[in-house]
Nanobody, 117 residues
Framework: QVQLVESGGGLVQAGGSLRLSCAASGSILSLVPMGWYRQAPGKQREWVAGITSGGSAKYVDSLKGRFTISRDNAKKMVYLQMNNLKPEDTAVYYC???????????WGQGTQVTVSS
């Protein structure tokens, strides 16, 4: 069973940066593409970025240039560097398998990101 634990969120002013981390434990497959998702208050969870085992990354168009996803397969870690944060980035951020992977692990508790204007 795979457990996902997200961390690194917090309160930041607009224009600031945060680095989110996702630690995976259990029988996670190192070749599985992983992704970050977010859920803002009153909205559905949305895909933010994804990365293959080889490091090829994709992003939702609106976030290109501000967010960078990376991973360390040996450590079973996935990261999301977020720069020039905006109030509309406020959400709970989660990691899981990438959007087109046909299986999701159990969602973790997420990490809250709050961007003040």
């Amino acid at each position: 069973q795979v457990q996902l634990v997200e961390s690194g969120g917090g309160l930041v002013q607009a224009g600031g940066s945060l680095r989110l981390s996702c630690a995976a434990s259990g029988s996670i497959l190192s070749l599985v593409p992983m992704g970050w998702y977010r859920q803002a208050p009153g909205k559905q969870r949305e895909w933010v970025a994804g990365i293959t085992s080889g490091g090829s990354a994709k992003y939702v168009d609106s976030l290109k240039g501000r967010f960078t996803i990376s991973r360390d397969n040996a450590k079973k870690m996935v990261y999301l560097q977020m720069n020039n944060l905006k109030p509309e980035d406020t959400a709970v951020y989660y990691c899981n398998t990438d959007q087109f992977v046909g299986r999701r692990y159990t969602w973790g508790q997420g990490t809250q990101v709050t961007v003040s204007s």
